[in-house]
């Protein structure tokens, strides 16, 4: 993404942020086949946290079942759950540093099993909905 924002000027930034955002965008076909436990885990995780894990519900920033806070965090819902995965792998590796400041409590608390089942859930928030 690198050379393709840099060679965007502010004006050209503003006037794609806005056309993209009055798309609605078709959803992906799901690329996760999880099990009940997942879907299960991945719901209480994305609508309460994990008290254990001091890890607060993704949808305190999110919005409710990912569903997104205008200016303030993406939505999640129906989005790709390799997607997903990959965003918080790369938190976790250090690789990526947008949005780090916020994502990056947050992704220290997870391991591979809760991002399984948060990818999973929120992937199949999209295909629930279509
Ligand atoms: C403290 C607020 C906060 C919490 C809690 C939070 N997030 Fe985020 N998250 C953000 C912000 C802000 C961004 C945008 C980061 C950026 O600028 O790239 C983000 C981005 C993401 C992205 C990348 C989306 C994309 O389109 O690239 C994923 C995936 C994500 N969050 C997953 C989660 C999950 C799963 C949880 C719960 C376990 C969670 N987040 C909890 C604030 C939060």
């Known amino acids: 993404m690198a050379p393709v924002a840099k060679a965007l000027d502010a004006q ?3 006037d794609f942020a806005a056309f993209l955002a009055e798309q609605s965008a078709p959803y992906a ?3 996760a086949h999880p099990t009940p436990g997942q879907l299960q885990r991945g719901r209480l995780l994305v609508r309460v946290g994990d008290e254990s894990k001091q890890l607060q519900a993704c949808a305190n920033c999110h919005g409710p079942d990912g569903s997104g806070e205008r200016y303030a965090a993406p ?3 129906g989005q790709s759950a390799v997607y997903l995965a990959n965003a918080i792998r790369e938190w976790k590796a250090g690789t990526r540093h947008s949005g ?3 994502m990056g409590p947050v ?3 997870l391991d591979d099993e809760d991002i ?3 990818s999973a859930y929120l992937e199949s928030l999209g295909e629930a909905s279509h």
């Open 100 to 102: 780090e400041k916020q």
């Open 29 to 31: 076909a799901p690329s």
């Open 12 to 14: 050209k930034r503003a």
């Open 107 to 109: 992704v220290l608390r």
């Open 116 to 118: 399984a089942a948060l």
């Open 75 to 77: 939505y999640l819902a």
